[in-house]
């Protein structure tokens, strides 16, 4: 067998025509430890009966156990026959099995005349190795035994007679022992030495485990991706395969769940939460080296926490009882340095399986990603190549992403497994006036003080004398570094076949670095922001571009996190109690500087500049029960939450060091038919503000909005219902509604501050917002060469502002005070996923999709003051896109080999997707909102600046930008191969 994993009770088994040698120890029959799911392996918390928790057991009474048995044994019997040709063995256990249950449904004489005999004894092989789970039968009745794990085996309540026993398990020869005496008053003995033996061939047996369609216990609405929707799907991110599920809008690199925050859902791996406390954010891995990824996008319980909106899951893959693995390379590089669309190559390796120690499992990937990914920038890089095809080199964008993780089982029911995930990556972003490639001329000048300097005159594209240098703008752009490192470990340990528990404890570590090519804050070239476009020798400024200078701004995050989490489950009777607990301590460092080329009035460099370095501690319970009566399921669970501003802040600035709530959450679930569930869930969700909010700015008084560690949670109460029906064996539908009621979510005001005689600007809990909507979801699983997916999404995502720094980046003619549209509302979305495989031969597929446009402000050349109504109150064109996979499977060398193409807007589409990029710091005589009014009034995308009347109508006229930061991805073509052994 190739796989000799456990499987749950609801496994299916099919047989394919490829033969194979069964040996020793490679099949565990019903009965044993394989047929109770993984107690090892609980999996979450709660999991139902038959999702391989240790509820998920087989032969409940002894009725049971005595069929189960029967069956066991002419299975066996059929198996046994290595005689016989495959095909007469696979025919004669059929048989074999269909007269053994006709057998256990008419009482036999043996059954009848119960007895008190006694049969008892121990099978080990020639070795004196014990032999557990071997079947021993007494052949011409229907009685029997398995032996136990230390090798012995009782057969009780005999009538007193002469019976032939029997001794069968698969790898070993089957002993008959005959003439076996049962008295009433002395048990008779029989031990068993086996020889191993081969078991002949037979036709390979796969086995699937058979997901459970419709959930009749859960109350959420989740959907799952598995590694292998990832392989076959033109995606390369887990994100965007999220992305495409109803109820998701994607924005500007961030995922929004039912109109909520960004920073609302929490992200986790395999049930650890991974989350920068500072500002937010989650880890991302590699698409190969993830199992499946569960998004939950409502009704959460008790367990889950610090989430507003919802829970994306990865479960990471594990090595198995073979050594396996997978090499993949994609690439749109065609040969030629202008025949490519990103300059993309990827390139992965996983591989995992057995260790050398017993019952250790590992799995260790590895991917690296290099692309100069839209928009591209004209920075000078270093390249070469490779047979004259693969680039390496630097890039735009440079990631690579590691992670090993071993599992170890000492017992069936303890497994403990420990992983480290570290991800490095360096990029660059795009700026429009920071894009331009050419040569300014240079002369020294003396200052009023005597101070020789270097001036910058005109700008040229060609060098036309030695007095023009090169300059090129997007060198002096900062690069991004970023580093995340995730240490966990997990302890499960089943205590019983109703009760477990799960241990974990995690460290969490994020830098971020964004600088100049590394320089320090003195080393920045530019004296004054001017300085940046003005042209000394004509005197008079650029229009939009950039001289010379660097990017005014530099900064360091570093933060570390360290939690524990405990979760312990106990069914009884019809309940299934969960309850845990968890602690998180926070270390978090920050410096930023922003226009270095000045001073602040401490004498230090930077106009603005912070620096800090605060710890907090957090910590939660929860007491969960699902309570199952009548096929009805009432989910019922509280939690407590608790964080510190921690003790580094003064007693009179702090009103309360320590933020405490409670939230319920009652979730019932009614099943209508067997191919209808009903479901409702309400529950009150919070989240701990980033912990910016709190620490930002505390000792500046310089007009910059200062953190105010009086924040309290921010809340969202939600209610949804919820549909499940089954149409037929192969279409699933899930159609859900839901309305959230958001508060206490983070904005600014102006208010008296310790430290300061007048008013500053100070983060307090005050927006609201409010969310509502229907989704419905139609998925097709794969059968006769076809499977899909197909969803829509009605959405309304209100509130009073989008961004906690609205109303500061904003000049209102009064506060708002109701709700307008979110940056993020859109409200139809419509996606539909295909696929057409013959498996191991070849595959297509294809996605498209619809969204209605996003809301923008509209502006005029005259606003001076915006009117809230005014906010959010247009809408910008649909989007639509449709991405395409073909794939084509190959053997060589005894080894597959897979061979794709995969094409990202097909069509060409060019979308508008974000009206505003924003450019810092604004060129002289330029307005924030230039974008938006030149958009409000001709209805043309891609930003422009207001330059000469050469119409002479008195109104300066339009010159066009055409940044292409505004617009979504053009079409790419790319091609890959992977390798799988």
């Keep these: 067998m190739r796989d000799r994993r456990r499987f749950p009770a609801l496994a299916t088994y099919t047989l394919t025509g490829r033969p194979v040698a ?30 391989g928790g240790p509820a998920s057991q087989l032969g409940r009474s002894t009725g049971v156990n005595r069929v189960a048995g029967t069956m066991r044994a002419t299975m066996m ?38 007895g008190t005999g006694v049969i008892s004894g121990k099978i080990t092989d020639l070795d004196g190795k014990v032999l557990p789970y071997a079947n021993v039968v007494l052949v011409g009745t229907n009685w029997g035994a398995m032996s136990s794990e230390d090798g012995s085996f009782t057969i009780t309540k005999l009538p007193p007679g002469t019976y032939t026993v029997t ?61 292998k929707d990832l392989e076959r799907l033109p995606v390369n991110e887990i994100s965007e395969a999220i992305g495409l599920k109803a109820g998701v809008i994607a924005k500007g690199g961030e995922i929004h769940f039912r109109g909520g ?134 890039r735009k964008s440079n990631a690579v992403r ?7 089982r000492p017992a069936a029911n303890y497994k403990l497994t420990a992983e480290l995930i570290r991800n490095r990556s360096r990029r660059d972003e795009y700026y429009h006036e920071w894009s331009r490639v050419g040569y300014v001329q240079t002369f020294r000048d003396t200052t009023q003080q005597g101070e020789v300097v270097v001036r910058r005159g005109r700008w040229s594209p060609t060098q036309i004398d030695e007095t023009y240098e090169y300059y090129n703008a997007a060198e002096h752009t900062p690069n991004f570094i970023d580093h995340t490192d995730v240490f966990k470990m997990a302890w499960s340990h089943t205590l019983n076949e109703n009760t477990f528990y799960t241990f974990k404890v995690s460290r969490n570590a994020f830098f971020a670095d964004r600088r100049v090519q590394g320089k320090e804050p003195w080393e920045y070239e530019g004296v004054r922001e001017r300085d940046y476009w003005f042209n000394y020798f004509d005197g008079e400024s650029e229009d939009f571009f950039v001289l010379a200078g660097d990017y005014p701004t530099l900064s360091t995050r570093e933060t570390k996190a360290y939690s524990g989490k405990l979760d312990f489950t106990r069914r009884w009777k019809k309940h299934t109690f969960q309850t845990g607990a968890e602690v998180t301590y926070n270390d978090m460092r920050f410096f930023q500087v922003d226009r270095p080329y000045q001073s602040n009035a401490n004498g230090e460099i930077g106009a603005s500049r912070t620096r800090y370095h ?131 979510l983070i904005t600014t005001e102006d208010r008296p501050a310790f430290g300061s005689v007048g008013n500053l600007t100070s983060y307090v809990n005050k927006d609201y917002a409010s969310a509502r909507g229907f989704e419905a979801t139609l998925t097709r699983k794969f059968q006769n060469n076809f499977a899909g997916e197909l969803n829509y999404g009605f959405g309304v995502a209100s509130g009073v502002a989008s961004d906690p720094n609205a109303l500061t980046e904003q000049t209102f003619a009064y506060l708002p005070i109701s709700e307008q549209p979110l940056d993020w509302d859109v409200r139809h979305t ?55 996979q073909a794939e084509k ?93």
Aim: glycine share 12%; with cysteine; charged share 20%.
């Design 402 to 408: 590691l992670q090993s993780k071993l599992a170890f």
């Design 77 to 114: 019997a059929a198996l046994l026959s290595s005689s016989l040709p495959p095909s007469v063995g696979i025919s004669a256990a059929v048989g074999t099995l269909t007269l053994g249950l006709l057998a256990a449904s008419i009482p036999s004489v043996a059954q009848a005349q119960i």
């Design 167 to 227: 001794c069968m398990i698969l790898g070993y020869e089957s002993t008959t022992v005959e003439a076996v005496t049962v008295g009433d008053s002395a048990p008779a003995t029989v031990n068993f030495k086996l020889k191993d033996k081969p078991v002949g061939t037979l036709a390979e047996i796969e086995v699937a485990a058979a997901r459970e369609v419709i959930k009749k216990k859960k109350t959420e609405t989740s959907h799952t991706i598995s590694s």
């Design 830 to 884: 419509f996606r539909v996923q295909a696929s057409l495989a013959e498996p191991g031969i070849w595959g297509a597929s294809f996605i498209w999709q619809y969204e209605s446009g996003f809301p923008y402000t509209p502006y005029g050349r005259n606003t001076r003051e915006l009117q809230p109504e005014n906010i959010n109150s247009r809408r910008l064109p649909s989007t639509t896109s449709l991405d395409i």
């Design 889 to 981: 499977y190959y053997r060589l060398w005894g080894q597959n080999f897979k061979a794709f193409m995969q094409s990202r807007n097909v069509l060409d589409a060019k979308n508008l997707t974000d009206l505003e990029p924003g450019n810092w710091p604004l060129p002289p005589g330029r307005g924030d909102q230039d974008y938006a009014i030149y958009y409000t009034e001709t209805g043309r995308g891609g930003g422009a600046y207001v330059g000469d009347d050469n119409d002479e109508d008195g109104i300066g006229d339009w010159v066009a930008l055409q940044d292409p930061r505004v617009f979504g991805d053009p079409r790419s073509i790319r091609m890959g191969i992977s390798f799988s052994f």
């Design 261 to 394: 925050r960004a920073g609302e859902v929490q992200y986790q791996v395999d049930g650890v939460a991974v989350r920068d406390p500072l500002v937010g954010g989650g880890v991302s891995l590699a698409a190969l080296a993830v199992e499946n990824t569960e998004t939950i996008l409502g009704g959460l319980d008790a367990q889950y926490g610090n989430a507003q909106s919802g829970v994306i899951n990865y479960k990471t893959k594990e090595g198995g009882d073979e050594f396996e693995g997978e090499i993949y390379y994609q690439t749109d590089d065609y040969g030629q340095p202008d025949n490519t669309f990103d300059n993309l190559d990827r390139v992965f390796l996983g591989f995992g399986g057995p260790s050398p120690i017993k019952n250790l499992t590992y799995y260790v990937s590895g991917e690296g990603t290099y692309q100069d990914n839209y928009p591209a920038t004209p920075e000078r890089r270093t390249r070469s190549r490779i047979l004259n095809f693969i680039s390496i080199g630097d």
């Design 614 to 744: 605060y710890y907090n501690p957090e910590g939660a319970a929860y007491l969960q029960d699902r309570w199952e009566h009548e096929g009805m399921v009432l989910n019922i669970g509280l939690r407590y939450d608790a964080f510190s501003v921690g003790d580094q802040l003064p007693i009179s600035e702090v009103r309360e060091r320590v933020k405490q709530q409670i939230s319920p959450r009652v979730g019932i679930a009614y099943p209508i038919s067997d191919r209808d569930v009903f479901s409702f869930h309400y529950g009150r969700f919070y989240q701990i503000p980033d912990r910016r909010y709190l620490f930002d700015d505390r000792n500046v008084f310089d007009g910059r909005t200062r953190g105010n560690p009086n924040l309290t949670n921010e809340t969202t109460v939600s209610y949804q219902a919820g549909i499940q029906h089954l149409f037929n064996e192969l279409i699933f539908g899930q159609f859900s509604v839901y309305y959230k009621d958001i508060f206490g």
């Design 22 to 51: 069964l040996t020793r120890g490679a099949v565990s029959l019903a009965g044993g430890p394989s047929a109770q799911g993984d107690p090892g392996s609980p999996g979450d918390p709660g999991a139902p009966t038959g999702d």
